[in-house]
């Protein structure tokens, strides 16, 4: 049975950081392209960032570009999203899925390997 599970989510000030964790069960994660999508309340999932197989690629929404640092250890079998300077707009469900990586960072279907999210709200 596939399990993809998602941790890391708080509250934080503006200007903290969290760092994300994407861990999968039953899935070799290193065959698979990941991606980092949010949900704020009231808006559409949106990509945030995405990483190719051996992480030597990688993408990020312009809202998040010199901020947020993707990466991936294949040998835990978890890729991660390191958030920095996080801000208001940042306050969203988190969360990785396998997906396509482009710049586009299209949030792909549902019957793609998803997680249950994790939470993270900037406040002060």
């Known amino acids: 049975q596939v399990q993809v599970v998602e941790s890391g989510g708080g509250l934080v000030q503006p200007g903290g950081s969290l760092r994300l964790s994407c861990q999968a069960s039953?899935?070799?994660?290193?065959?698979?392209?990941m991606g980092w999508f949010r949900q704020a309340p009231g808006k559409e999932r949106e990509g945030v960032s995405c990483i190719t197989w051996t992480g030597k690629t990688t993408y990020y929404a312009d809202s998040v570009k010199g901020r947020f640092t993707i990466s991936r250890d294949n040998a835990k079998n978890t890729v991660y999203l390191q958030m920095n300077s996080l801000q208001h707009e940042d306050t969203a469900m988190y969360y990785c899925?396998?997906?396509?990586?482009?710049?586009?960072?299209?949030?792909?279907?549902?019957?793609?390997?998803w997680g249950q999210g994790t939470k993270v709200t900037v406040s002060s």
């Open positions: 039953g899935l070799q994660l290193d065959n698979y392209v």
């Open positions: 899925a396998t997906s396509p990586c482009s710049q586009s960072l299209v949030v792909p279907p549902k019957y793609n390997y």
